[in-house]
């Protein structure tokens, strides 16, 4: 459940229960103590529409925060977050060993003159069966594409995306 100080409900969900991630708190699945979720091929969790997170943009600032064990195959993608829709967006997955943070503005022509960027992204290895803790940033001013996408890997800033993004 959402446990947040907003007075929206942001508690993801999922109504297919053969597309539910199972819950873990047995002390040799935990993360740093604390439960995690397992996640299967096909299984997934959604978040409603919430002015929050995804309803109110455009956004300008958006810091995405995940803790996660990889498992034995970090080749194949897989999508660890991922916000937005046919225009915008940004997201979090693995690939061929690698973490990706990207994000994307391919909207032509945005009401406040931001001009569009395509999808851009800033990576880093990660290692198979491994804990992590991930900070996504995203930062885009209105009105130019003078912002950065930047990644944080157990506290440890890995780089910082050349500018070229704007509002998001």
Do not use: C, K
């Not at 803790?133 to 130019?144: K, N, R």
């Amino acid at each position: 459940p959402d446990i947040s100080l907003s007075v929206n409900v942001n508690t993801p969900t999922q109504t297919n229960v053969a597309s539910q991630p199972v819950f873990r708190s047995s002390p040799a699945e935990t993360i740093n103590g604390n439960p995690v979720l397992r996640f299967l091929p096909a299984q997934f969790l959604q978040l409603l529409t919430s002015n929050d997170i995804n309803n109110a943009g455009p956004y300008t600032e958006r810091t995405t925060f995940l803790a996660f064990r990889t498992g034995t195959d970090i080749t194949t993608r897989q999508m660890l977050w991922e916000q937005g829709g046919t225009v915008r967006g940004l997201n979090i997955f693995i690939l061929d060993d690698t973490l990706y943070f990207g994000g994307y503005d391919v909207q032509a022509t945005d009401p406040d003159g931001t001009p569009a960027w395509n999808y851009t992204f800033t990576r880093v290895p990660v290692d198979p069966s491994t804990p992590y803790v991930v900070t996504h940033v995203f930062d885009g001013p209105l009105g130019a594409t003078t912002g950065t996408i930047s990644g944080f890997l157990n506290g440890q800033d890995f780089q910082v995306l050349n500018p070229g993004v704007g509002e998001g």
